[in-house]
Each structure stands twice: as structure tokens, then as C-alpha cells.
């Protein structure tokens, strides 16, 4: 009985909500040779240390079995980072998805790599195992999303809601203290001027917006709220005001992106700048959201940009 009742209290504070200046998340891509190098992980640990880093979206790779299955990769590596980073107070989410896998003939897969995740947590000792999966399944980077009409582009994230709603439930079904999370862009609760959905996802009865549906299900988003700039109509504080405003309401938390990676055009981002002028601007974010009990703090995109990035 004492055992049941310590287990329950375990699962209830693993799923709680931390407060938002407790987190910080930033997602990581060159795992398996930070995870083979102890020099590398010691490095990683430290420049988290320094930033207040709480939460690495750590990219994850599968192997493809004939029947399906979908068991992790280098695995034992990854039990020994796990367990590293555990003692330096650091939680792991694995990171995986593909465009491609929005669509419903590829749910079948999302659902094997969670499964892999499972077994994989599982079959390792408490501290070596990770602490959520975070899915970046982008259905906007898929090719027929640019020729795609609007309804078309609904159905395209309807089945993007459907996939995170499955995975989910599978996840926290078998191990109800994982965290489940996902990336999702800004413009997901867009709304026309009379206030509605621009894309309209109608799930188990209900419409709304897409980001809507996800909070419902997910413990927490990671906008990739990719700007320049905090301020202005076109800012990273407006952009992300009505997901948080929707978390507020729900279980799940939102982490608001920054990038300073160079990808995409200029003003997507603070590549060029220092580290110090993108924490001045990204200072209102954690000013203006810091009440909201919706918000979960700043994530960096991405560790290899941001260890590069001048000072």
C-alpha cells in the first residue's frame, strides 16, 4: 500500500506543472556524439547551467524492423546521458517526427517510434530514462501543402490533430508520468476577421483551431514563434498571445520559441546578433507571459547555433 501510494505521488508531481521561471527548453540535434563524449555532454551540461536550461528536446533515431517495430537506436549511450544528465536536475524529451508523418497512412509509424520510446523506458533503470517525447511533425513542410486550397490544408491538420491526440494517449495510457509534447507554428489560431478558425479542424465533435485541439490533449507546445523582434503587431509577444491565453485554460503549458540558427530569412530570427541583444529583446516575453499560468518559458532553437553564438 505504501508503495502504490508513493508511485501515485510520483506520477501526480511528474505531470505537474512547474512554474515558468523554473524552465527553460532548447532543442538539440547532434545527440549521438554529444551522448559518446563525455567532454561533449560536460559542455552541453555547462552552458545549460548557465542559461537556466531545463528542458532538451533531444533528437532520437530509430531502427526499422521488418514487422514493423521501431526499437531505439544507441541505446546504451543514451542510458548513460540520460543518467548524467538527471543529476545535474536536467529532463530529456526524445525528438522525432517528420512532415511526412501528418499523414494518416504514416500514423502507423508515429505510433511504432512511441512504442520504441516505451520499451525503451521500460527496460532502462529510473534514472536513465526519458522524461517526456517532444514531436515535430510539421504538415506545412509537407510538398502538397503550398498547392493545397484551404479546405484541403484543414484536412491536412485535422490529420495532424489525430496523430498527436493517438500518440499521446498512447503514451500517457502506458507511462502517465511521460510528458508528451509538440512543435506547432505560430499561425495555427489565426483567425479571420469575424473571429473564426482560418483553418478549422473539426476533431471528435468539436471545431476550432488546430493549436486548440492540441492543448486539449498535450502537456505542453513549443511555438516556433520564429522573429527578430519581441515588440511590435508583428513581435514574438503578439504572435503567441492567444495559444497562451488558451493554455491558461487547459493543463498544458506553452514554451515560446526563439531561433538563432541561420535558416529561413533574416528577420525569422536573432542569427547576426549577439547573445546579449536577443535576451534584451526576448526579456518582454518572460515579462509579459510570466503571470500566465499557461506559460512555460523561453526554448532555443537550436544548442549547435546558440553554443556559437557571440556573446
Known amino acids: 500500500m505504501r508503495h502504490a501510494l508513493a508511485l501515485l505521488l510520483f506520477i501526480f508531481l511528474a505531470a505537474a506543472k512547474l512554474p515558468a521561471a523554473e524552465m527553460r527548453g532548447m532543442w538539440i540535434y547532434k545527440t549521438d556524439a554529444i551522448a559518446a563524449s563525455p567532454e561533449a ?12 536550461i531545463t528542458e532538451l528536446f533531444w533528437q532520437v533515431h530509430f531502427e526499422r524492423l521488418p514487422d514493423g517495430g521501431r526499437p531505439l537506436k544507441n541505446t546504451e549511450p543514451t542510458r548513460t546521458f540520460l543518467q548524467r544528465a538527471h543529476a545535474r536536475s536536467l529532463r530529456i524529451h526524445a525528438l522525432f517526427g517528420d512532415p511526412s508523418h501528418a499523414l494518416r497512412a504514416k500514423h502507423g509509424i508515429v505510433l511504432a517510434s512511441v512504442d520504441g520510446i516505451l520499451t525503451f523506458n521500460r527496460e532502462s533503470p529510473s534514472d536513465a530514462r ?14 502538397q501543402w503550398k498547392k493545397a486550397d484551404p479546405a484541403q490544408k484543414c484536412d491536412l491538420l485535422t490529420q495532424f490533430v489525430e496523430v498527436n491526440h493517438k500518440a499521446a494517449s498512447k503514451a500517457h495510457t502506458a507511462e502517465p508520468g511521460l510528458i508528451y509534447g509538440v512543435d506547432i507554428v505560430f499561425w495555427l ?9 482560418d483553418y478549422p479542424v473539426t476533431f471528435q465533435g ?39 491565453a488558451y493554455a491558461d485554460t487547459t493543463k498544458a503549458k506553452v514554451f515560446v520559441g526563439a531561433k538563432m540558427a541561420d535558416i529561413g530569412p533574416k528577420m525569422e530570427g536573432f542569427y547576426g ?4 541583444q536577443m535576451m534584451a529583446s526576448l526579456k518582454s516575453v518572460d ?10 518559458g523561453l526554448a532555443f532553437f537550436m544548442y549547435e547555433a546558440f553554443k556559437i553564438m557571440p556573446p
Open 41 to 52: 555532454a560536460d559542455q552541453l551540461f555547462a552552458f545549460c547551467a548557465q542559461r537556466h
Open 130 to 143: 526519458f522524461d517526456g517525447m517532444h514531436l515535430d511533425i510539421e504538415p506545412h513542410g509537407l510538398p
Open 189 to 197: 489560431d489565426k483567425t479571420t476577421p469575424e473571429g473564426k478558425p
Open 287 to 296: 515579462d509579459t507571459y510570466h503571470p500566465h499560468p499557461g506559460y512555460a
Open 206 to 244: 468539436t471545431t476550432k483551431d488546430a493549436a486548440k485541439h492540441l492543448l486539449d490533449c498535450v502537456d505542453h507546445v513549443a511555438i516556433m514563434s520564429y522573429r527578430d523582434t519581441a515588440e511590435g503587431k508583428n513581435g514574438i509577444v503578439s504572435l503567441v498571445a492567444k495559444t497562451i
Open 273 to 276: 546578433k549577439t547573445e546579449t
